[in-house]
């Protein structure tokens, strides 16, 4: 079974503007969790989605946001990039999402750089 | 106050030493505890979970868990070069499916 995948692994972009990143869970999982990863805070929750519905929502202003396709892919969308938002963005599926026990398998990020 | 408390390092040990790896936490709705490990450049792997107190092992690895005193423990005994990387600690409540990490503690396996 192929992994979840992320694209674009890097991506380098000036204060002001807005960034889209992509997620591909593993096959059959429905629940996508996007995270914010930096040395100083460690992984951050930014939101859960959960069959094309957002499910859960972590403390970032609204310039971060969300949304997960028909086919459980789901996108993250950053606007008005600053520069704290320099970052490894990770991305995790699950099965369900909904129980505490199942499993999150991680992507291996799309490092964002802001200048 | 962060909700989980970990001591980023950076750890260094020699090739078979125990390591202990901690971790604090202030919420004790936490029912469900993790680790992973991450290797530079990639995501974080799952390592091990538990939902209870007191001792897990598989293999070289053993989480321990004292939810009175809000800690988590990770032991790794027989280091391995391989084992370098950087190990997160992770928690949930019972109710909902977002986890909280703590900031992560690199450790250095030196042959």
């Known amino acids: 079974k192929a992994g979840v995948t992320q694209t674009p692994r890097y991506l380098i972009k000036t204060r002001g503007q807005q960034v889209t990143l992509s997620c591909s869970p593993i096959s059959g999982h429905r629940s996508v969790s996007w995270y914010q990863q930096t040395p100083g805070q460690g992984l951050q929750f930014l939101f859960e989605y959960f069959s094309e519905t957002q499910r859960n929502k972590g403390n970032f202003p609204g310039r971060f946001s969300g949304r997960q396709f028909s086919n459980s892919r789901s996108e993250m969308n950053v606007s008005t990039l600053e520069l704290g938002d320099s970052a490894l963005y990770l991305c995790a599926s699950s099965s369900n999402g909904g129980q505490f026990t199942d499993t999150q398998y991680f992507g291996p990020g799309t490092r964002l750089t802001v200048l | ?111």
């Open chain 2, 1 to 111: 106050q962060k909700e989980v408390e970990q001591d980023p390092g950076p750890l260094s040990v020699p090739e078979g030493a125990i390591v202990s790896l901690n971790c604090t936490y202030s919420n004790s709705a936490f029912q469900y505890f993790m680790w992973y490990r991450q290797y530079s450049r990639k995501g974080p792997e799952l390592l091990m979970y538990t939902y209870s107190s007191g001792n897990k092992e598989d293999g070289r690895f053993t989480a321990q868990v004292d939810k009175s005193s809000k800690y988590i423990s990770l032991f790794i005994r027989d280091s391995q070069p391989s084992d370098s990387a950087t190990y997160l600690c992770a928690m949930s409540t019972n109710t909902g499916n977002q986890f909280y990490f703590g900031t992560g503690t690199s450790l250095t396996v030196i042959p």
